[in-house]
C-alpha cells in the first residue's frame, strides 16, 4: 500500500482557534448544516471549516434533490415551522446547561455574570417556543 | 427510488432536557431531508461527529476566552441564525396570506424580534473581548 504524503499538521492548543461567526440573520441560509454550539467544538480551523463546508453541501444537494423525497405530512411551510420549534427547544436546553456551569464548573466572576444571564433568558426562549407551538397547533390539525 | 407512499420523516419534538442527544445538524436543515431513511443516517452522523469530538482528548486550539463564553458566543450565532429564519417564515409575502399560515406567519415575525432581543442581550453581556492580547 502506498503511503500517505506528509501533510500540515493541524493546530496545535497555542494556535488561534476557529471564530464563531457574526450570523446576519438576514444571511442565515449561509449557516444551514451544522449548529454554531456543535461547530465550536471544533476549534482547529481546518476541521471547523471542512464541517462547515460538508453542511453547506449537504444542504445545497439536498435542496436540488428534495423534490424526489417523500411531501411534508402537513406542508413545507408548517414543517419548517416545526422545525424552528425544534431548534429554539434545542437553545433552551443549551442556554440551561450553561446556567447550571456555576455549579458544576469552576467560572471566573465575569464567567458566572454570564452564566446568570444565561439562566435568566431560558423562560424567555421557552415562552418563543411555546407561542410558536400553540399557534401552529398539534400535528395533523395543520392540514 | 419512488417514494410516493413513503411517509416523510417531520421534525422531533425536542425535550430541552435532553438537548444534548441533538447536537450535530440543524432541525431545519434536517427537516430538508424528509426521507426517514436519509434523516435518520445524517441525524447520527452529527451526533456521532460531535461525540467523537467530544469525548476525543485532541490538541485543539484553546478558547482564548474561556469555555463558557465561547459555547455563549456559539449559542448567540444560533440565535441571530434563528432570527434569520422565523424572519423568513414570516416574509411579507406568508404574513399577508389569509387563514392559519398567514396568522403564523405574523406570530413568527413577532417571535423573530423577540429571539434578537434575547440575542442582542447576551452578545452585550459578552462584549466584544475575544481574549486577544
Not at chain 1, 439536498?62 to 424552528?84: K, T
Not at chain 1, 455574570?113 to 398539534?138: H, Q, Y
Not at chain 2, 427510488?1 to 431545519?28: K, N, W, Y
Request: negative net charge; charged residues 25%; aromatic residues 8%.
Amino acid at each position: 500500500m502506498p503511503s500517505l504524503p506528509d501533510r500540515t499538521p493541524p493546530s496545535g492548543p497555542d494556535d488561534p482557534p476557529a471564530p464563531i461567526p457574526t450570523i446576519d440573520p438576514d444571511r442565515f441560509e449561509d449557516f444551514e448544516g451544522f449548529r454554531e454550539t456543535t461547530l465550536a467544538v471544533f476549534t482547529e480551523p481546518g476541521a471547523n471549516a471542512t464541517l462547515r463546508g460538508l453542511g453547506d453541501l449537504l444542504y445545497t444537494m439536498a435542496l436540488e434533490y428534495c423534490q424526489h423525497w417523500p411531501v411534508e405530512l402537513d406542508g413545507a411551510f408548517y414543517h419548517q415551522v416545526r422545525a424552528a420549534v425544534a431548534d429554539l427547544r434545542h437553545l433552551e436546553g443549551y442556554l440551561a446547561h450553561l446556567d447550571t456551569q456555576r455549579e458544576e464548573a469552576s467560572l471566573s466572576d465575569h464567567e458566572e455574570r454570564v452564566s446568570e444571564v444565561c439562566g435568566k433568558f431560558v423562560p424567555d426562549l421557552r415562552a418563543v417556543a411555546d407561542a410558536l407551538e400553540t399557534a401552529l397547533g398539534p400535528m395533523g390539525a395543520t392540514r | 427510488m419512488s417514494a410516493g407512499i413513503q411517509l416523510a420523516a417531520g421534525p422531533p419534538i425536542v425535550d430541552p432536557e435532553a438537548f444534548h442527544v441533538f447536537h450535530g445538524f440543524r432541525e431545519t436543515s434536517l427537516c430538508l431531508f424528509t426521507n426517514p431513511e436519509h434523516n435518520a443516517a445524517l441525524r447520527a452522523t452529527g451526533r456521532l461527529i460531535y461525540a467523537m469530538a467530544s469525548e476525543g482528548d485532541n490538541d485543539w486550539p484553546a478558547e482564548p476566552e474561556g469555555h463558557p463564553r465561547h459555547q455563549l458566543r456559539a449559542a448567540v450565532a444560533d440565535l441571530h441564525f434563528l432570527q434569520g429564519f422565523l424572519g423568513m417564515l414570516g416574509r411579507p409575502l406568508e404574513c399577508s396570506r389569509e387563514g392559519h399560515e398567514g396568522h403564523l406567519a405574523r406570530v413568527a415575525l413577532r417571535l423573530s424580534g423577540q429571539v434578537a432581543e434575547i440575542a442582542a442581550v447576551l452578545d452585550g453581556e459578552l462584549g466584544a473581548w475575544r481574549g486577544e492580547e
